[in-house]
């Protein structure tokens, strides 16, 4: 994966041996150009790219080359959020064979570290994730990844689907999956209550941007759900949106940070402490593509609805994709088909 | 005890009959006064107080008629770490009899929430608790409460110590929320008296090493002869945190685990989360500012969860147990004592609202 690189033939026909890639090469320029594989090691699988979803972080880096400390300081190959077929396998695979469709999990962890050895792999310190820099990601025809980071699709699931995952819509199915008896959820866009209310939300609650309706609008959510609130996730992350999910959450319940909104935040922190309600963190995740392959094979989740774009594999479609998906509005998951 | 009230007999002496309390009669303004016990109930105990300890509320209350959303709208006793003998018991009490010496857990619950039901009682929207308004406190000749409240000491703890299990008790509550056990190397911010006794807690709970961080010298010292493995000197300002939280690492020599916040500031705040490992917890203990500025998505972005403390519950036990067997000495955090007089009770309050040198002020009954 990250051993990858730019092949020094230009000439971007995706030729038999030719594997090309979208490339971040500078601030809000992306271009599709070779991308030179690495060998395939003995646990290794080479996978051709079918779907290849946009995250909001892509769209981040292609604006400002940065995310959190992580800075782009040499072209990398973009996207994460991604499923193919197997086209070769390592030596010493035996879990997949050429043909098989999987859906990847894009960071390889160190696996020695004491984070990796009692199972937090998400917060390995040497972690490779695909298209967080240095490492390329696998917005391409082809990439290599570890075997047991790929995992093969119920034959009912699409590829687009092993492809999906975007953020606070799949909360909400994630949480229903998983039996809470009532999901509500806010937003300051209609369009998007709408979208949620279509996927099952209990109710929706429209919410402003002013810090100064946040008392106001934790009554109007409390009655919303008709019982206390155990758990609120924020999925912005920013002081509005924590603040009223500090507020709104019973005594000794939780709130979830998962959103990257803002570094500092300015929250009313001790009297949700002081009711005991807990504040905790999420990065990214482990071990979860088995759980959401099932949830989707067995149809407990359905996220084609969040796919509300597609694209095709050429400059101009890489462009007007990344376009589209920074927009925002009513595209919820841009999914590239190659 | 909240069914207590002011009885009419005013000439303010200690006889027989009479049960005398410190009143929060205004602000500023405390008065040793007669109150009124009330009936004593079948489940009941009532206990002659020996030792009552000053916490930073009750000052705060005396200060100000408030804390947090509670108000002092009439006047109302003071007073809630404490220990005493039991002098008489309710019809249906098998576990105590008069003579025992007991310590007291201040908060009578509804036990029919679903908080209690479910164990968080100290969650309880009901909760009644000594000198939270509007429930009368426990600095009195002789209080009225639960015998299920009232733990027996064992015959090596004396009643000061008894007392002091209250704010132990906030940091045994603390540790075991945030699962403290020899394997969590613990930050704690703030050396006043919750910080110590929080210190003092996740060495009994066999953390491996206890650092503890504050802006005063002399507190730092106490820290130390307390069986701190390392104390840091830290600034008011926010500007230092980050050279901080390096000096504070360095202190430790291994990843923070988990981090007690016992002062509740922006810079305490910031400084445990950026000091804490990724995955460890930061434990909010201290209620210093109500809004706080915080990098708080760079620290839940490397999953250190925040813990929130309110009192504690079932800790007396486990606090007499500690203090029983040597495990945590309280003693020497007790460091000022007066009588119970009128001028005693107000030098008792000067001298704890001072800070400085004063940890935790007793009173002897």
């Not at 390592?90 to 859906?103: I, N």
């Not at 792999?121 to 082809?142: E, I, R, W």
């Not at 106001?216 to 999910?245: H, N, P, R, Y």
Request: hydrophobic share 40%; glycine share 10%.
């Amino acid at each position: 994966m990250g051993k990858g690189g730019m092949s020094h033939d230009n000439n971007g026909d995706d030729d038999g041996g030719e594997n090309l890639a979208a490339w971040l090469v500078a601030q809000n320029t992306l271009k599709i150009q070779p991308f030179q594989l690495p060998p395939l090691g003995p646990h290794d699988v080479r996978v051709r790219m079918k779907a290849v979803g946009i995250c909001g972080s892509d769209v981040h880096y292609l604006k400002t080359l940065r995310c959190a400390h992580f800075v782009v300081k040499e072209p990398m190959v973009i996207g994460h959020e991604c499923a193919g077929v197997i086209e070769e396998v390592g030596s010493d695979v035996k879990s997949l064979v050429p043909g098989d469709r999987v859906a990847l999990e894009p960071g390889i962890s160190c696996w020695r570290c004491e984070y990796c050895k009692e199972g937090r792999y998400n917060l390995c310190p040497d972690m490779k994730f695909f298209a967080t820099p240095p490492v390329h990601g696998s917005l391409a025809n082809q990439v290599v990844h570890p075997a047991d980071l790929c995992f093969k699709l119920p034959d009912n699931v699409s590829l687009e689907e092993g492809a999906m995952w975007p953020i606070g819509l799949v909360t909400l199915l994630a949480a229903r999956a998983f039996g809470a008896p009532k999901v509500i959820i806010a937003d300051v866009d209609d369009h998007r209550l709408s979208v949620a209310k279509s996927l099952g939300a209990d109710g929706v609650i429209k919410v402003s941007r002013s810090i100064q309706d946040a008392d106001e609008e934790v009554l109007l959510i409390q009655k919303a759900m008709g019982a206390l609130i155990d758990v609120t996730f924020d999925c912005a992350g920013f002081d509005k949106t924590m603040s009223t999910a500090l507020t709104a959450t019973r005594a000794g319940g939780k709130v979830c940070l998962v959103g990257m909104g803002h570094n500092e935040m300015t929250v009313p922190l001790t009297p949700a402490a002081a009711r005991e309600v807990d504040v905790i963190g999420i990065f990214r995740y482990k071990n979860t593509w088995p759980l959401c392959l099932e949830f989707i094979r067995s149809g407990k989740i359905d996220v084609k609805p969040l796919i509300t774009h597609r694209f095709g594999f050429s400059q101009k479609e890489v462009e007007d994709a990344f376009e589209t998906s920074a927009r925002g509005g009513d595209a919820i998951k841009v999914m590239f088909n190659l």
